[in-house]
């Protein structure tokens, strides 16, 4: 009977990660920032392995958002350069997994190089379909918004809109919206990530910074979603 409840355990479909606390992490241990992001970004290779096993299908990571272009040039041409190195070194373990890559966000900023590596990356894992594995790397959910309602606009669509006329022109329309979203080290907000499709996402927080968050945390947090009552808004059953 404990092990029928276990296989009927509920996984999400989509699991959201906003990756927080790789600058913490490096101050606590005198480090420089990069460090904290590069430890980050081991973490997250490991992650995809571990997220696949699980059976979820969906897996997005909040990379760098519309916001940390304010960040110190030096952190962000760094930030830039590991996502270079990610899809120069990574990308074949992850098609070797089953999954596929796929980049969120705008295009515009990002430099030309990159983003042909992004388009490169996204083409040579198409085929693959066991997890999409979803970078969110100049997102905003508000830009999101506003990309879709201009886009919408352009199409002269004939009024009333509905919901699903404006979800066609987000970054990734066929992408479900997040059952859980975990942020690490101990923030408690959204800080505009999936901001329209998290209106009814589970939430889990944890105090642990990004790099120090293990397969252990994982297992933690996705326990505590199999245990929530989802209702969407409606009754009690
Ligand atoms: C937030 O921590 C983290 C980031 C802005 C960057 C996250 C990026 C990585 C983990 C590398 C990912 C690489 C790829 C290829 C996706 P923070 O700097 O805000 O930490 P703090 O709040 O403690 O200062």
Redesign the pocket.
Known sequence: MAEEKKLEKKVPTHLAII?????????KRNLP?LM???A??R??ENMVRLVKARGIRYFS?????TE?WN?PAM?VTG?MS??R???RK?VDEVKAEGARIRFCGRKDKLPEDLLKQMRWAEDYTKDQNILDFI?C?NYGGRAEILDAVNSLIASKPQAPVTEEDLRKYFYLPDVPDPDLIIRT?G?LRLSNFWLWESAYSEYYFTDI??PDFDENELDKALENYAGRERRYGGLKN
């Open positions: 990756l927080d606390g790789n600058g913490r992490w490096a101050k920032r904290g992001h590069r980050g970004l973490k997250l990571v909040y990379a760098f958002s940390n960040r952190e930030l590991l996502f190195y990610y899809i990574k970078l790397i080290s923030e910074h990004w």
